[in-house]
């Protein structure tokens, strides 16, 4: 039992290494096998990807008043500069690879994840804000996100406004509301406590395994075309570099201009992490497995950059403790 445990939990636990893998193995296998049939299964597996995440999320957070500044600073970044940084990034690289471009715009308006709770935990950032500023985003980055990918990839590959809003329902507000249902069902079987020390910990081991099989969907299908241009690859990684590059240096001095350490450190988890799980299942659905394949890069950066950077800021103090006031 303790081994099977073992094996269910360790994608999760092991990102960095997982993802290289699984990409990988849908290289080759899409190599080798024509793997096509498994578009129709990518719905469901963005579904079951979504649907653990939102097993006690906080909606009522969304709604009351504290932590203004942190939020709205936050807000500002992400549904303002960052999809603007990646509008610029597209038309300057991305022109030629329309898929990859509604990729890039996908993850630049999908902000925060269950990842900017648990980095901010981690570097003893403002943990309630970050709970705010994870539901708020999630709500507002949903229905934004139709009319903001009709403004900037609109010209280059057709966005289907109603479509999109169907599948934002079938893979945020569906899962929410279930997950809420679940919560509740669960909480009258056992405490709260039972729950996040016995039953919690197994939602993000289930919802990185559907995450790979659609990684693995989305690459094996396109493996030839890919393998054949390199450059891609390439290309992708560059923008995505600098994407990440350009959102932690904007975060980084907005924090340091305005903000506490507590707090600096929440915006800049707050707007660097983005909802690649949910940025990825809307990407291959909506747009197929080239604008898939960004997202599935983004996935390697962002983790190893988040831990890299937690590092790098405590080492070099880039953040006051206490913010002093000037008259």
């Not at 169907?166 to 909480?187: A, E, R």
């Not at 790979?212 to 075309?225: C, D, E, G, Q």
């Not at 450059?231 to 907005?254: E, K």
Request: hydrophobic share 55%.
């Amino acid at each position: 039992m303790n081994t099977l445990k073992r094996f269910f939990l360790w994608p999760s636990n092991n990102l960095t290494t997982v993802i290289p893998i699984v990409l990988g193995l849908g290289f080759l296998t899409g190599y080798v096998y024509d793997t096509s049939f498994l578009k129709q299964y990518i719905l469901l597996a963005t579904f079951l990807m979504i649907f653990p995440t939102m097993i006690g999320f906080k909606l009522k957070e969304a709604f009351d008043l504290s932590h203004a500044k942190v939020l709205l600073t936050t807000v500002v970044i992400n549904f303002a500069i960052i999809p603007l940084i990646a509008y610029f990034l597209g038309l300057t690289f991305l022109t030629g690879e329309p898929q990859m471009f509604a990729g890039l715009a996908i993850a630049s308006l999908l902000p925060t994840s269950g990842m900017t709770i648990s980095w901010t935990m981690l570097h003893k950032g403002n943990v309630p804000a970050a709970v705010k500023i994870t539901a708020v985003s999630l709500l507002t980055g949903s229905l934004l996100a139709p009319w903001y990918l009709l403004a900037m990839v609109g010209k280059l590959v057709q966005v289907d406004v109603k479509q999109t809003f169907l599948t934002i329902s079938v893979i945020v507000f569906i899962p929410l509301i279930l997950g809420n249902i679940t919560h509740k069902f669960l909480m009258t079987r056992m405490t709260q406590e039972q729950f996040q020390k016995k039953v919690k910990p197994f939602f993000p081991a289930l919802s990185v395994w559907a995450m790979l099989f659609v990684i693995f969907s989305s690459i094996s299908m396109k493996a030839r075309m890919i393998i054949s241009n390199p450059t891609v690859i390439f290309t992708g990684l560059i923008v995505l570099s600098v994407f990440y590059l350009l959102n932690y240096l904007i975060s980084t001095l907005t924090g340091r201009a305005l903000m506490d350490r507590k707090d600096a450190i929440t915006v800049v988890y707050g707007t660097v992490m983005r909802n690649l799980s949910l940025a990825l299942g809307l990407a291959v659905t909506t747009f197929g497995p080239k604008a898939g394949l960004i997202v599935t890069l983004a996935f390697i950066l962002q983790v190893q950059s988040a831990a890299w950077y937690g590092k790098i800021s405590e080492k070099l103090g880039f953040f006051r403790e206490k913010l002093v006031k000037t008259s």
